[in-house]
């Protein structure tokens, strides 16, 4: 009796791919004599493209295609599927590819060959020998540096690909995986490093194959850099505390306060503007502090509504365009200019124009009048701008 193996497709607006890439799974039965594969495709309710309507026609003509719905997500999308596959199929391995086209099918073969010679997971890789990276050279870098940072701080060494979903394991190496530490449900591709280090923590005996990962066949990348890098650090830091013993929530802490952080780094470069100008309009155009304070100001205000919102909110679904948003940013900046001017105002009358030796320098008051500012300006511009410039919409 054959053995059998359960492969899931987690998509998100697949149409273009999906058919092909599963028949192409479907394919490899040709070189595992001894197995029949099935294939659980696992889509999110987001999808608004005809993926649902493309799995459901394979699945009639083949009784191996299931499909499912789920939550978004595609640590939601991987762990309902294999779930789903225990429940019903009863598989001797689960496995998971990638929907996109970008891995080839092929390595589903020497994925479960690794599991036939004694392994309870198997890890497709591009940087084995054998391996084949064909992206682009940013994405290359990316990829490279995402797992080496994960290597040296989560751990372990050995495991040099941590960031695509080519994988199969046991399905009681899956049992015993702890998916109330694992952060499956986030909105994130941390998933993939996250769910090795939880296979680790489980008692998984692992080895990688080599395997060839493209550019997407049809379609774009849903990938976002800058946001997976964030979660590869961040959760990355929040294994290595625990491992130190310091048992913080620091990836679900700091995951929450993205858009915070975001709006942080935008806030500093934007004070970085602000005090260039500022002490040019004090120093090069003799302005008073509060008056240079006021242009240098909405100067900032300028570069920050552009860095955020083609930045930090630039995923965010909102009922205004770019021009309202622009208004109501400024009239929302006003609020903190009156704040910023009000308090260097307050602090110029008290403390005067003096200077304080600090450093073997003389340091002018209004440098420190100026950095008194940004605490409250940030609250309140953050505070508002969340809720209001950049609101999410309800449709």
């Not at 993926?51 to 939550?71: C, G, P, S």
């Not at 010679?117 to 490279?144: C, D, H, M, P, W």
């Not at 005067?352 to 940030?378: C, E, K, Q, S, W």
Request: hydrophobic share 45%.
């Amino acid at each position: 009796m054959k053995k059998l193996v359960s492969v899931v497709l987690p998509t998100y607006n697949e149409e273009a791919n999906i058919a092909s890439t599963t028949l192409k799974v479907l394919e490899q039965e040709k070189c595992l004599q001894d197995w029949e594969i099935y294939v659980v495709v696992a889509d999110d309710i987001r999808s608004s493209d005809r993926t649902e309507q493309i799995v459901k026609e394979l699945a009639k003509k083949n009784k191996r295609v299931h499909f499912i719905k789920v939550e978004p997500g595609l640590g939601v999308g991987l762990i309902k599927g294999h779930q789903y596959a225990l429940d019903y199929l009863k598989p001797d391995v689960l496995a998971q590819l990638d929907a996109d086209g970008q891995v080839v099918p092929d390595v589903l073969v020497r994925l479960i060959n690794v599991i036939e010679e004694g392994y309870s997971l198997a890890i497709g890789s591009r940087f084995v020998t054998g391996g084949k990276n064909q992206l682009t050279l940013v994405r290359k870098i990316f990829t490279y540096g995402a797992s080496l940072f994960c290597r040296l701080f989560a751990g372990p060494w050995n495991i040099k690909e941590v960031t695509n979903s080519a994988r199969a394991f046991t399905p009681e190496l899956f049992k015993k995986i702890n998916l109330k530490r694992l952060p499956w449900r986030e909105r994130t591709f941390i998933i993939q490093p996250a769910f090795l280090h939880e296979a680790i923590l489980a008692g998984a005996k692992y080895k990688e194959v080599p395997l060839v990962f493209k550019n997407r066949l049809e379609g774009y990348s849903k990938n976002k850099v800058f946001n997976y890098t964030y979660d590869v650090v961040t959760y990355s830091i929040d294994v290595f505390l625990n491992r130190l013993g310091i048992n913080i929530r620091f990836f679900y802490l700091t995951r929450r306060a993205k858009t915070f952080v975001k709006f942080s780094m935008v806030g500093f470069i934007g004070t970085m503007v602000d005090f260039l100008f500022y002490k040019i309009f004090i120093n090069g155009l003799g302005f008073a502090p509060a008056t240079a304070k006021g242009f240098s100001a909405e100067i900032a205000i300028l570069n920050n509504f552009i860095l955020n919102n083609f930045w930090t909110f630039r995923y965010r679904k909102t009922k205004t365009n770019t021009w309202q948003k622009l208004g109501i940013f400024n009239l929302v900046s006003l609020g903190g200019l009156l704040i910023s001017v009000f308090i260097v105002k307050f602090l110029h009358i008290i403390y005067g124009d003096g200077f304080i030796y600090l450093f073997g320098r003389h340091i002018a008051y209004n440098n420190f009048y100026f950095f008194a500012t940004i605490p409250p300006v940030m609250l309140w511009n953050f505070t508002i701008n969340h809720f209001i410039t950049w609101r999410h919409s309800d449709d």
